[in-house]
């Protein structure tokens, strides 16, 4: 059988994309991405053109089948994504369940992935993380999720995209309360790539007051709760409240 590698690609500069990631690439029979016109220009960017096959959120489970039939029969396939590592925050997943049922070796070809990128530059404790990826959409959910993180000792890891960034910070800010401290990483590894830290509240005053400070992609860090005075008292008032709601 074939196998599958798992390709990272950049995060903005092109010339994140390994060596032993273009060789890959070029030597499998075909390419599954995300995103066939995206990957289709990174690929002619470094004078490569393979086969490319659609890898989505709507088809990953009817394609995923197909593919592992492919590697059954010999053909060795890499999946990427758009940006990163697939797999976080991205699809792959099923692919890579149904090639490890079907024993077929699934091998990494590490590289960029903006959570670790992120963590590497924040000056944030380390050696403990959680990564929450994206926040739901909905704001009542998203209060909930960041609600039930406020006591989390561990640092967690957010990606938010522009258009919820102000929203996402002020209601971090409610939940963990606004001294938190916290790194907000915008546009790494690009042109204008920014890392801001500061306590929760002063971010979200500094992302208000800047719309540049607004633009591209974003991974927020913020601090694990410590055993302060803030975090016990915004837990205990989430729990009273919830309580509340089954109380007469
Ligand atoms: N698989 C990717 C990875 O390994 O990082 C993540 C894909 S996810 C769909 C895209 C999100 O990742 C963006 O909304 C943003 O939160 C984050 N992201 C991607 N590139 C980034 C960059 N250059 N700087 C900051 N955040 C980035």
């Known amino acids: 059988p074939g196998t599958l590698h798992i390709v990272a690609t950049p995060i903005g500069n092109l010339g994140d994309l390994s060596p032993r990631a273009l060789e890959t690439l070029r030597t499998v029979a075909a390419v599954c991405a995300e995103d066939t016109r995206h990957t289709r220009q990174l690929l002619s960017h470094f004078g490569l053109e393979r086969p490319l096959l659609a890898l989505h959120q709507h088809n990953e489970e009817q394609?995923?089948?197909?593919?592992?039939?492919?590697?059954?029969?010999?053909?060795?396939l890499a999946l990427v994504s758009d940006a990163g590592t697939p797999l976080v925050s991205d699809p792959g997943f099923r692919l890579v369940r149904a090639a490890r049922a079907a024993a077929i070796k699934v091998s990494p070809v590490p590289g960029a992935c903006a959570a670790i990128a992120a963590l590497s530059v924040a000056g944030l404790a380390s050696d403990r993380f959680a990564f929450e990826g994206f926040l739901p959409a909905k704001a009542s959910a998203r209060r909930e999720r960041l609600g039930k993180l406020?006591?989390?000792?561990?640092?967690?890891?957010?990606?938010?995209?522009?258009?919820?960034?102000e929203?996402?910070?002020?209601?971090?800010?409610?939940a963990f309360g606004g001294a938190r401290a916290a790194v907000l990483a915008r546009e790494l590894t690009?042109?204008?790539e920014t890392v801001l830290d500061g306590p929760l509240e002063a971010l979200a005053a500094q992302v208000k007051a800047d719309p540049n400070q607004r633009k591209g992609e974003f991974v927020v860090i913020v601090e694990g709760a410590g055993d302060d005075a803030d975090?016990?008292?915004?837990?205990?008032?989430r729990l009273y409240a919830k309580l509340s709601e089954h109380l007469p």
Not at 63 to 76: E, H, N, P, T, Y
Not at 231 to 237: S, Y
Request: proline share 2%.
């Open 63 to 76: 394609q995923a089948a197909q593919l592992v039939a492919r590697l059954q029969a010999g053909d060795s």
């Open 150 to 165: 406020a006591a989390e000792p561990r640092t967690l890891l957010f990606y938010e995209s522009a258009h919820r960034i």
């Open 167 to 174: 929203e996402a910070l002020d209601d971090m800010a409610a």
């Open 190 to 192: 690009k042109l204008f």
């Open 231 to 237: 975090a016990k008292v915004i837990e205990g008032k």
